[in-house]
């Protein structure tokens, strides 16, 4: 079945690094990808998507960038801060007889200190 | 504010009780989907509803049930519970189902079973 992996946390960083969080994919057919953003006590929000091979999404800053040929959609941030620590998780879109569902990765909890 | 509203934000229950939540979609989705969080599953989905109607089941047990009512809200219902239920449980909801309506969750609804 369709399943997604990423990179294993915890990653610790310091303000203003690079941040890159691993992400690939197993899917038959063409799944839209996700990248969720979930902060503490709070439910998991849309932070960036692309629907097709080779787009990339962006939001506040993060990029990912759809692989088919590498099967991965990697997260990145140039420059990480404080209030960027959250879990993100990576997440593709199963379609199956009309039906959606997200299958997400195992998430990857990440903090940032200043 | 995803606007996707779930009550109550806490539960305690005792094994063998029986519980039920609810959520509210954004005003206009048609769409209501179930997953729960836990340590060691990770997210996992439960079951998705279009419109009043069942439209796609992932691993939810036999225990739980589920429905969506006229005025779209959702209901999951969790019987015989064991300490293994306890965990955080999620409604998001989307306009439609297709590949590209994102997903926007509630903040959860946290059962602890004791």
């Known amino acids: 079945g369709n399943s997604v992996t990423q990179m294993e946390g915890p990653v610790t960083l310091s303000e203003e690094a690079f941040l890159t969080i691993n992400c690939t994919y197993t899917a038959t057919g063409y799944p839209s990808l996700f990248w969720y953003v979930q902060y503490p006590g709070e439910g998991l929000q849309l932070l960036l998507k692309?629907?097709?091979?080779?787009d990339k999404g962006s939001n506040k800053g993060f990029e990912a960038t759809y692989r088919k040929e590498t099967t991965s959609f990697h997260l990145e941030k140039g420059s990480v801060q404080v209030s960027d620590s959250a879990v993100y998780f990576c997440a593709l879109s199963d379609v199956n007889q009309g039906a959606q569902k997200l299958v997400f990765g195992q998430g990857t909890r990440l903090t940032i200190n200043p | 504010d995803s606007g996707v509203t779930q009550t109550p934000k806490h539960l305690i229950t005792a094994t063998g009780q029986r519980v039920t939540l609810r959520c509210s979609p954004r005003s206009g989705d048609l769409s209501v989907y179930w997953y729960q969080q836990s340590l060691d599953q990770g997210l996992q989905f439960l079951i998705q509803?279009?419109?009043?109607?069942?439209?796609a089941k992932g691993n939810i047990l036999e225990r739980f049930s589920a429905q969506q009512f006229p005025d779209l809200h959702s209901e999951l219902n969790l019987s015989s519970l064991e300490l293994g239920d306890s965990a955080l449980y999620f409604c998001?909801?989307?306009?439609?189902?297709?590949?590209?309506?994102?997903?926007?969750f509630g903040n959860g609804t946290r059962l602890t079973v004791t």
């Open positions: 509803y279009y419109n009043g109607e069942e439209r």
């Open positions: 692309a629907t097709k091979a080779d």
């Open positions: 998001a909801s989307s306009v439609g189902q297709g590949r590209n309506s994102p997903l926007h």
